[in-house]
T-cell receptor, first 113, second 114 residues
């Protein structure tokens, strides 16, 4: 019952921007878009999250369409260490604990020299 | 700050044996999660604790899996008896009750059941 759709894999060139799409056409008003990544043999790592405005941090930028039905994670200057599986997740944003992360298959990103 | 610690990192057992995994969350994090990740799939939540109480264990196979979080800090996940299909990586994560609620994951324990 994954709420997001992502391409299974993509390649990008080292030093170039990597644009990772995610479709979440059934997102509801109280749900945020979260991105995590998982480098080989490591646990998932939080990247960024957003509601409806574009967000940027030291790792990436998140662009959410006006209708909120899709988003794009941008890695501005991909490095070989960005090779990982990237997961797009929608979840309600509440203060209290109780919201699990429901992971789909993610996008396997390979950064090539 | 120290991250989420897990041990052991690897474990090989035979089917029908028992096994236990240990997790030490980030200091001060009230919420602790155990996920199971089968090869090629995303992690799936098994159980969630807030302090030492269970919030969600709907996906935990309770006939063979058990978990506890005594004193609201460390946690152990046990499988008894193990089946071949339990071969997976078991991930522990923790989070504070702050906003946003970001989960921090440990490196995982890779289990192989023969």
């Amino acid at each position: 019952d994954a709420k997001t759709t992502q391409p299974p894999s993509m390649d990008c060139a080292e030093g170039r921007a990597a644009n990772l799409p995610c479709n979440h056409s059934t997102i509801s008003g109280n749900e945020y878009v979260y991105w995590y990544r998982q480098i080989h043999s490591q646990g998932p790592q939080y990247i960024i999250h957003g509601l409806k405005n574009n967000e940027t941090n030291e790792m990436a930028s998140l662009i959410i369409t006006e209708d909120r039905k899709s988003s794009t994670l941008i890695l501005p200057h991909a490095t070989l260490r960005d090779t990982a599986v990237y997961y797009c997740i929608v979840r309600p944003f509440i203060k209290a604990a109780g919201n699990k992360l429901t992971f789909g298959g993610g996008t396997r990103v390979l950064v090539k020299p | 700050e120290a991250g989420v610690a897990q041990s052991p990192r690897y474990k090989i057992i035979e089917k029908r044996q028992s096994v236990a995994f240990w997790c030490n969350p980030i200091s001060g994090h009230a919420t602790l999660y155990w996920y199971q990740q089968i090869l090629g799939q995303g992690p799936k939540l098994l159980i969630q604790f807030q302090n030492n109480g269970v919030v969600d264990d709907s996906q935990l196979p309770k006939d063979r899996f058990s978990a506890e979080r005594l004193k609201g800090v460390d946690s152990t996940l046990k499988i008894q008896p193990a089946k071949l299909e339990d071969s997976a990586v078991y991930l522990c994560a923790s989070s504070s009750l702050g906003v946003p609620e970001t989960q921090y994951f440990g490196p995982g324990t890779r289990l192989l059941v023969l």
